[in-house]
C-alpha cells in the first residue's frame, strides 16, 4: 500500500530556531513529493517540490527539503522560523501510474507552533 | 482570478437534507480531485476526475457521496442524506495535463450538518 507518514503530529519551536518536520513515504511507483502549507481557514499553498534532478529543493518562505530515495524521505527544514510560519504543513505524494494516471495524497499533518 | 474557486464556502444543513458543492478548476487544468479534510487530519483523497472521466473513488465515500465533471471543466460533489459525520472541510484541486505538476486547491467548502 502506497502511504505518506507525517512522524510528527506537532511541532513546537522557538522563534529564530531551526526546525526540521519529518516526512516518509511508502511506495512501489514512482513518486513525486511536495510540501504544502495551510494557515488556518484556508486552502493548501505549495511550499516546495520534488520532481527529479537536484535532491535538495528549494521553496518559499526560506524552506528547503531533501529527498533521500534509500530512506524514503523528504523532510522539510528552515534554518531560522519566523512567528509567521505558525501553520499546518503537510507532505504530498503524487503516484505515478501507467497510463498517464496521478493519484495524489497527503500525510495527516504536522502543526508547527513558533513561540516568541 | 484565475485559481480554482470553490462554491459555497460555508454550508450549514439539517441532518438528511440534500447538499451539492461546486468546483471551478483552473481552466486549462484537465485533472480534478476532491478531498475531505477534519479537524487536525490531512486532506483524505475522495475522487479524481481526467477530463470528464471518474478515474476513481475513494473506499471512504459511501454510496451518499457522487461527483460528476460532465464537461471535463466544473465538478460537481452531493452529499445525499446528510449525517453529521459528513462535516468537515471539502476540498478540490486541479493540476495541469502535462508533466508531473503540482495541484492547486481552492478555499474549500466547509459543511457543517447539524
Known amino acids: 500500500a502506497q502511504s505518506v507518514t507525517q512522524l510528527d503530529s506537532q511541532v513546537p519551536v522557538f522563534e529564530e530556531a531551526p526546525v526540521e518536520l519529518r516526512c516518509n513515504y511508502s511506495s512501489s511507483v514512482s513518486v513525486y513529493l511536495f510540501w504544502y502549507v495551510q494557515y488556518p481557514n484556508q486552502g493548501l499553498q505549495l511550499l516546495l517540490k520534488y520532481l527529479s534532478g537536484s535532491t535538495l529543493v528549494k521553496g518559499i518562505n526560506g524552506f528547503e527539503a531533501e529527498f533521500n530515495k534509500s530512506q524514503t524521505s523528504f523532510h522539510l527544514r528552515k534554518p531560522s522560523v519566523h512567528i509567521s510560519d505558525t501553520a499546518e504543513y503537510f507532505c504530498a505524494v503524487i503516484l505515478s501510474f501507467s497510463g498517464g494516471y496521478n493519484k495524489l495524497i497527503f500525510g495527516a499533518g504536522t502543526r508547527l507552533a513558533v513561540h516568541p | 482570478d484565475t485559481g480554482v474557486s470553490q462554491d459555497p464556502r460555508h454550508k450549514i444543513t439539517k441532518r438528511g437534507q440534500n447538499v451539492t458543492f461546486r468546483c471551478d478548476p483552473i481552466?486549462?487544468?484537465?485533472?480534478l480531485y476532491w478531498y475531505r479534510q477534519t479537524l487536525g487530519q490531512g486532506p483524505e483523497f475522495l475522487t479524481y476526475?481526467?477530463?470528464?472521466?471518474?478515474?476513481?473513488k475513494s473506499r471512504l465515500l459511501s454510496d451518499r457521496f457522487s461527483a460528476e465533471r460532465p464537461k471535463g471543466s466544473f465538478s460537481t460533489l452531493e452529499i445525499q442524506r446528510t449525517e453529521q459525520g459528513d462535516s468537515a472541510m471539502y476540498l478540490c484541486?486541479?493540476?495541469?495535463?502535462?508533466?508531473?505538476?503540482?495541484?492547486?486547491f481552492g478555499q474549500g467548502t466547509r459543511l457543517t450538518v447539524v
Open positions: 484541486a486541479s493540476r495541469a495535463g502535462t508533466g508531473n505538476t503540482e495541484a492547486f
Open positions: 476526475f481526467q477530463n470528464e472521466a471518474q478515474l476513481e
Open positions: 481552466s486549462e487544468h484537465n485533472r
